[in-house]
């Protein structure tokens, strides 16, 4: 198996998500396709989409909402080894890997529900930025000699979206399929990694092509309900 995750869930939620396999968590509601999300304190001046936001106001929908329903898995796909998540994957090997277990990549839009849940949170943990709860914003992130240091963290507890799937932001960045932003490929990167960067829930980068893969990318899955 490709797959090691653990799942940590209440009675109520296990019985909710009986619909979907070990270690996925079932994502059920109405997703905003249009968002408005208002920064109150930026660290650091925006550019572009990229700004880091300290608090942000209450988010708004803009657009008629639509029903969601699917299982994702609880935490990133992760190596047996050493229970890091899985780094150096492109997308075409994300999806594969997928398929082999019976599941496939997430959309973008079914990601970005499963990490900000009905009320449209930017961070899967509120709508303040806490790096103490995720891993990001870390400062050093290369050696001496400019090489990119490997901060992965196993599962952390306290990173956890409004339906319980962990390290969605942070951490490891991981393949989705475009279906929300513009981009010329099927491939869509979300949540960022462990540097300061975008780690929120709604942007993606799709600059990078099917093939594409780097010490930061990774993956998890999802499947659908019949």
């Not at 901060?151 to 393949?175: H, M, Q, T, Y």
């Not at 981009?183 to 960022?192: E, I, M, Q, T, Y």
Request: glycine residues 8%; positive net charge; aromatic residues 10%.
């Amino acid at each position: 198996m490709l797959f090691d995750a653990t799942l940590s869930m209440s009675p109520s939620a296990h019985a909710q998500a009986s619909v979907c396999p070990q270690k996925m968590v079932l994502i059920s509601g109405h997703y905003c396709p249009k968002v408005r999300q208002d920064c109150l304190e930026w660290l650091e001046r925006p550019r572009g989409n990229d700004g880091r936001c300290r608090r942000f106001a209450a988010a708004k929908c803009l657009a008629p909402r639509f029903p969601m329903r699917f299982c994702i898995d609880v935490d990133e796909a992760s190596s047996r080894a050493n229970g890091l998540p899985m780094a150096h994957v492109s997308w075409r090997n994300a999806a594969t890997f997928c398929k082999a277990s019976g599941r496939r990549l997430c959309l973008e839009s079914e990601w970005t529900f499963a990490c900000e849940g009905d009320e449209m949170l930017p961070y899967p943990t509120g709508l303040v930025r806490d790096s103490s709860q995720c891993n990001f914003d870390q400062a050093n992130i290369v050696d001496k000699h400019g090489k990119p240091l490997d901060l992965r963290k196993p599962p952390a507890e306290a990173c956890k979206s409004p339906f319980g799937v962990r390290n969605l932001v942070g951490n490891i960045d991981e393949w989705t399929v475009r279906d929300v932003t513009w981009g010329p490929f099927r491939s869509a990167l979300k949540g960022g990694w462990w540097l300061a960067g975008r780690n929120r829930c709604r942007p993606a980068t799709t600059a990078h092509g099917e093939n594409y893969r780097d010490f930061q990318t990774g993956f998890r899955c999802c499947k659908s309900i019949d």
